[in-house]
């Protein structure tokens, strides 16, 4: 058992979460008191102990210690909160003897860190050497997150980031739930007579949102889940004829359709998704082992992934992504390599790899399985990374999860035309992005930024849809209404 003891609140999520990286395995207890003059202390398994005083950094910030050398109380808050992490880090570094990937850095967005540095006019090499030394990273992950960050540079470039928008639909069904997975989705056979209900609400908020968005094309359009080819194909048919009928996309840049498990992928559905101007698809097998496709409840076939793959080759889809999970249960290093080279014979146009996260809302996280794996994960994120490379696969966004297993991230690779921009705009938040669907997010980018009850601006406003499915079909009068009172601010 681990024990944490904070001054003061804010410091509370870097340190749990340090901490936890270190020992996923851990059970930890954290508190704050106010009254205590350590602004953290920490107690390990054998009686070590942390603990650092206002004073003691204060002298570590150098000629900046004195608040005077910074802009605002706030801004010297910060930087006090960002040296006691650097010290927590590297007191733990040297306990364990080991580091973490990503250092100090404990968000999910470690791109934009890189971005902000070559906004400022840093080289990739400037903002990698600058990453390693002011967080810890290491110099191939520091080197991986401006790699990527250069290239999302490249592509945002090409859209309207502040008058455009982009569009997210979301089907929550899916053919069975994993046992890892913690997305709103529910088995499709337990509401197949609520679908056509449910489809009546959505493409309710579909249409509502063309007519606030009148006069304006989305950039990207992404219809996920759950599994969108759940539904039979009529009722894709009307989907898709709904999206149409509401938004002018012949400005699309990229209109993806998740059509996910294999086992929900049909020649039918397949061929009504090509009748629409949908340009990207996933086929998604997250692992050829068969014995871990059983063991997490996927209920298909590594044969019945390969067979969909060229199912869709076969009816003219050229930009196919497919997911992969390092960390399932069982895995080794081995069992990713024989994975990658049935991937590789498949040959998609682009490659997401997942290090598994897990999360209390999944099967995993509710058994108290734990995920300290990161010998085995290592080993495998660097074989994705190979596997991608020589697949010709260059990596175009990253980003993190909390509870991921081994610190490490999940990262998208795609051939030099193939990248998905949706997945970047999501991370990035440089863009409206209107979502529709139970359980969807929203987006807004504000026009003027606005003062939170906290008193920090902000810039970007989230708008919820509930996640129930019966709830989101008796309120999406309310969901509607929600949207309208921030679009165009």
Sequence with gaps: MIRISSKKNKYTYNVYHIVKAFFPSEEIIQKVDEKQEPLVMLEMPGGSCFSIAPDDVETLLGENGERGGYATEEAWQQAVKKELTRQLYQYL????????A??????????KIAMKRLDAGMTGEEAAEDLQKEYFVTARKAKLACEVAEREKKLLSRLDCVNGFSLYVGIPFCPSVCS????????????????????DALIKEIR?????????????????????????????????????GSFDLSGVLEYTVEAGRPDSITREKLSVIR?????????NPQTMQQRTLDLVGRRHTAEQTA???????????????????AGLPGE??????????????????????HALAIKRAAKFGQEGRTA????????????????????????????????????????????????GIYNILIMEEKQTILAAGAGASTKVLLREPIRKEDGKEANLIRVENVKNIEEYIARIDEMIERKGEWLWR
């Excluded at 949102?209 to 599994?227: A, C, F, N, Q, W």
């Excluded at 080279?341 to 997401?352: F, H, N, Q, V």
């Design 307 to 325: 067979e969909a793959f060229h199912l869709a080759r076969e009816l003219g889809f050229d930009n196919i992504n497919m997911d992969l999970i």
């Design 93 to 100: 570094s040297a306990h364990t003897g080991r580091e973490l």
């Design 102 to 111: 990503w250092g100090t850095l404990t968000g999910v967005r470690p791109t």
């Design 208 to 244: 509502a949102l063309g007519s606030m968005t009148e006069g304006r094309k989305p950039d990207t359009v992404y219809i996920g889940g759950g599994t969108p080819t759940s539904l039979e194909p009529e009722q894709l048919k009307r989907l898709l004829e709904a999206i149409g």
């Design 332 to 353: 080794t290093v081995e069992d990713m390599r024989d994975t990658l080279r049935k991937i590789e014979e498949l040959g998609p146009d682009s490659l997401t790899v």
């Design 180 to 199: 890892y997975c913690s997305f709103s989705s529910s088995p499709v056979e337990q509401w197949k007579d609520r679908i056509d209900v449910y489809l």
């Design 275 to 283: 009748s629409f101007p949908v340009t990207r698809i996933s086929v």
């Design 372 to 419: 300290d794996l990161h010998a085995e994960i290592s080993g495998m994120v660097e074989e994705a990374y190979a596997g991608a490379r020589r697949m010709g696969l260059a990596p175009y966004y990253l980003y993190r999860q909390k509870n991921i297993a081994g610190n490490f991230e999940n990262v998208g690779y795609a051939e030099l035309d193939k990248a």
